[in-house]
DNA sequence: GTGTTGACAATCA
DNA sequence: CTGATTGCCAACA
């Protein structure tokens, strides 16, 4: 059942990517948040769904857990985080990281 | 079937 | 706070 396989793939997929533009504005979740979310999967897999196709939604609400932007798209979150007023943290050298404490969503039910 | 890699995470030094 | 190590899960050669 390679089929099944991949349209199960796509169906994890389907849902990450609903969770992510579930996500309000000023928000962030992490990769394991996500995967804890939906019960299934882990970091990883939820990292690759939005490798593949995470270019259709809010990717840059989706960081890592400690808070560090994605790698070579720095420049393009930190636009969308000021615009959208993500409580942001600077480290000095110019390294920005989200606040997770403050910026960190609970999901559609808090 | 085995080993390596990766948009990760938690823990330890 | 930074760096290194281990654990996890799935894809890929």
Redesign the pocket.
């Known amino acids: 059942m390679t089929a099944a ?1 991949r349209a199960e ?1 796509t169906e994890f997929a389907d849902r990450v990517l609903d969770v992510v533009d579930t996500i309000p504005p000023g928000r962030v979740l ?4 996500i995967a804890e979310y939906l019960g ?9 769904v ?2 593949l196709w ?2 259709g939604v809010a ?1 840059w609400r ?1 960081i ?3 808070g560090s932007l ?2 070579g ?1 720095e420049r393009e979150a930190l636009a969308r985080y000021q615009r959208e007023g993500t409580p942001l943290r600077a ?1 000095g050298d110019g ?1 920005f990281r989200v606040d997770m404490r403050r910026a960190r969503w609970a999901g559609p039910v808090s």
């Open positions: 396989r793939a992490s990769y394991g948040d299934q999967g882990g970091p990883r897999q939820v990292g690759r939005m490798a995470g270019g990717w989706v890592h857990a400690d994605l790698a798209h480290a390294q």
